[in-house]
């Protein structure tokens, strides 16, 4: 009985030490889309109300040869928030755990039970249960995921909204 619980904490720690460790070595570098990808501002006037779209680029491949098409799933969001933070975000729709596809979640009453008490809305992988805030930029909350949901970096131009970068690490998962 006492091995096992040690083993336990054991596994507890390792857990909690790769999730502190991938957080500290995370790096922000971008990547650009093959072509932006263009949203109407008006697209995403209401808050909450996520824009699905799709961003190509290329993944460099190790050596010489040439790198490989990647497809991103991405929602356009605005936020409801009050501080000075930009209003809206762009997020892949890929689990930074297992690569699942993640589900937008405005009621929070859906989701499963984590340590804290969740009142505005999240991303949710169905497939493994990490939840991830949506007014965060995507920021984990619970579950195995190692961080957050991976960004794209956006622009505004006229009446537009223009994705044409995302986190290059999310080349490399999916």
């Known amino acids: 009985m006492i091995r096992r619980t040690f083993l336990a904490h054991g596994l507890m720690l390792l857990g909690f030490g790769r999730r502190i460790w991938a957080q500290l070595t995370t790096s922000e570098r971008y990547a650009r889309l093959s072509s ?42 605005r936020r409801a928030t009050g501080d000075d933070r930009p209003e809206l975000s762009a997020l892949c729709l890929t689990c930074t755990h297992e690569q699942c596809q993640v589900d937008f979640v405005a009621e929070s009453t859906t989701l499963p039970r984590t340590d804290r008490a969740i009142t505005r809305p999240v991303f949710l992988c169905a497939c493994h249960s990490s939840v991830f805030d949506a007014a ?12 957050g949901l991976y960004r794209f ?5 006229d009446a537009t909204v223009e994705i044409n970068e995302v986190e290059e690490e999310a080349l490399s998962a999916v």
Not at 136 to 147: Q, S, T, Y
Not at 153 to 157: A, F, H, I, S
């Open 136 to 147: 965060e930029d995507g920021a984990w909350i619970a579950g195995p995921a190692p961080r």
């Open 36 to 77: 932006p990808v263009r949203i109407p501002l008006e697209a995403v006037r209401l808050p909450w109300r996520p824009v699905p779209f799709t961003g190509e680029a290329i993944a460099p491949r190790p050596g010489a040869g040439p790198g490989r098409r990647v497809l991103l799933s991405g929602v356009l969001f």
């Open 153 to 157: 970096r956006l622009t505004l131009r």
